[in-house]
Structures are given as structure tokens and as C-alpha cells.
């Protein structure tokens, strides 16, 4: 769309914030079958509901009461958050979610090690909720969202202005598109962390790291070393659109590469182009309300299996070996080692383009979406 061009990469020409649309092409199968779609949408999101009441029932309720046993707590928050994710992902239609070890060194054998302990980070892309309740079935993570200062208007003096035309530099209608003056927001300091409940970390989904509030801060190092299961990081603080990834804030302020004392496992999630009979899995652009009930409902009308992709490090070959060499794979290391150097294995493993834009310049998309709706 012309009007949101400003907020295409100058480098790569990706378009990373708005929601993915299938062809325009009608397809009269699926215009039949919108009243069965309906139906089952809404047995669906019944059943969603149902799922999300028992989890609030044993994690936050029972969860509460049993906080004085430990190994009780945790086998109720088992139940309650790892079963119901799993059904929750079949009864919208993923029946099977397979993954792929990725081997950055051809013709070695890949170690099938993928076992997060407690204290130890799970580093990812972030493209939608659906990762997360994947995550939460697996794992039994735990969540946390970035706290940091909104960002400010973009100017000459705090970021670099960047001119960039697409299309050919002559020619006549398509090739005659207007060139645009984009100013690449600066990277705004990510003040700490906060620990989440996989509800509100799906609520959360699409949005930017809030502001400040009067709740205490904690850094990332002090929740891990607390922990009494694997913590989820999503560097990117906000989701993309899957079609690039965006630049990784620096939340690894301090961590040295290898790491020592905790083990890093990156993954990366992929999505296939929407269609008429298959709605976009990715979720950039939040709802106003009850996020993610809106793209809940679109995809819960599929009457298609889902599918996802997920490619994994094996640990052996993750910036927690201690035979890991950084200049390997960045040979200029920026202040935040290892969140460079886990933006470029992640982006090799999904095969994706990294663009400059971070979750300052979504915030800044946010705002003018909102703005023109």
C-alpha cells in the first residue's frame, strides 16, 4: 500500500510491519463453504474459551494455593499451561508441528540436544502467538516482555536519514514510483524486564514494550537465575509480519560469548504465504480490543490443517558452546555480542533478510496505522 511506503526497508525493500493479504483472486470453494467456515469458527473459539478458563483455573488459582510446594506448583502449571497450549494448537488446526535442526557446518551430524533446563534463554523471531503457545506446550517457558522509554520522533541529530527509490530509475508508470525520505528511528536503552503469564504475553502479541510503570524492574540475568524453568526472549520486542527480521534491541547488555553458567538455544519460525483458504498466521498488527480474538477468528474459519515451520541450533553449534568462535559469524561485533550474533544465526537458519527497522520505527508504524484508520 502507497501510503504506508515510508515504512518500507531501504536496504531490502521489505515491507515488515503490515499483515500479509492472499491474492485477490476469488475462489468460489471457499465462497461456498462461508457458512460452514462460520460455524466452525465459532465451535472453535468456544472450545478456545473453555481452554482458557481451565488455565486461569489451575495456574493462577489452584497455582496460587499450591505456591508453598514448589514441585506441586509445577506439575499444576504443567497441566494447565503445556496440555491446554497443545489441544488449544489442535483444535485450531495444527495437528502436527515437526522441527528441523538447522547444521551451520555442512556434512556434520546434528545433535538432537534440544533440552532447555531451568535458567537457561530460548532465543527467537516473533512473528505471531502461535509460536508462543507452541512454546508454552513444549517447554513450559517463562515469558517476559522488555520495558523501555517510548521512542521519540526521529531527527537529523539522533538517527541517519536514509533516501531510497524503488523500482527502476526510468521509465514511465510502474517504474516511475516515487522516491521517499525515511528517518530509521534510533535504538531506544531497554530499561529491564518483567515477567508475564502466557495469557497476557498473547494479549501483548503485536504491541511495543511498554513504558515505565510504578511495577519494580528486573534485568534479564536476575529473572534466569531465579527461574525454575526455561525463559523465552524475543530480542525483536514486537512481531513483524515474517517476510524480514527486524533489528534486535540489546537486551544481552553484558553477556559475554560463549556464555557461561546458562545455555542459549535459538530457533526460528517461519509461516507460509497466506491464500484465499488460508489466512495470514502471522499477527503484526495488533487488535484494538481483546487481541489476538480478531485473528483468532480469521484463522479458526480455515478448514485446512495449519502448518508452521520451526528450524533449531543444536546446542552444540549455539553461542553457549564453548568451542564457539564469534568472528565466525560476526566479524564486527557490535555492544551487544550475543544479540548480534543470534540475529544473524537466526536469520541464516529461517533464511530471511535482516532490515533496519527495530520496534521503535513499529511503534512509529503503529501510531500512523491507527492514525489513518
Known sequence: MEKFSSFRDPGTGIQPFLAPVPSQERDLFV???????????????????VFISIHFFLVHVIGFICRPV??????????????????????????????ELFVRKRGKIPENKWNPRAGDLIVSNWSSWIEVLWLAYKYNPLFVLPVANA??????????????TPGRKTGTG???????????????????????SLLEIISSTGNTPSAPSSV?????????????????????CTTSNGRGLLRFADVFNGASVPTKGYNIFLMCVRYDPPTPSQPS??????????????????????????SISIRQLPLSESPSSQLFIVNEVVPEPRSDVLAEVCAVLIARMGKMKRVGFGWEDKYAFLDFYRGRR
Open 31 to 49: 465462497t461456498i463453504l462461508t457458512p460452514i467456515r462460520a460455524v466452525v469458527a465459532v465451535i472453535r473459539i468456544a472450545v478456545i474459551i
Open 70 to 99: 514448589p514441585p506441586l506448583q509445577d506439575i499444576i502449571s504443567w497441566l494447565g499451561t503445556a496440555l491446554l497450549a497443545r489441544l488449544a494448537l489442535y483444535v485450531i488446526g495444527f495437528w502436527s508441528v515437526p522441527t
Open 151 to 164: 521512542p521519540a520522533a526521529p531527527s537529523a541529530r539522533d538517527a541517519s536519514s536514509i533516501s531510497y
Open 174 to 196: 510502474s517504474a516511475a514510483i516515487s522516491s521517499f525520505n525515511r528517518v530509521l528511528s534510533s535504538p531506544e536503552v531497554i530499561r529491564g524486564f518483567r515477567q508475564v
Open 216 to 236: 519494580p524492574l528486573r534485568s534479564l540475568d536476575d529473572i534466569r537465575r531465579s527461574a525454575r524453568s526455561p525463559v523465552v526472549v524475543f530480542p525483536e
Open 281 to 306: 498466521l502471522s499477527h503484526s498488527v495488533p487488535g484494538a480490543t481483546l487481541n489476538p480474538l480478531r485473528h483468532l477468528l480469521q484463522i479458526c474459519t480455515s478448514l485446512f490443517p495449519q
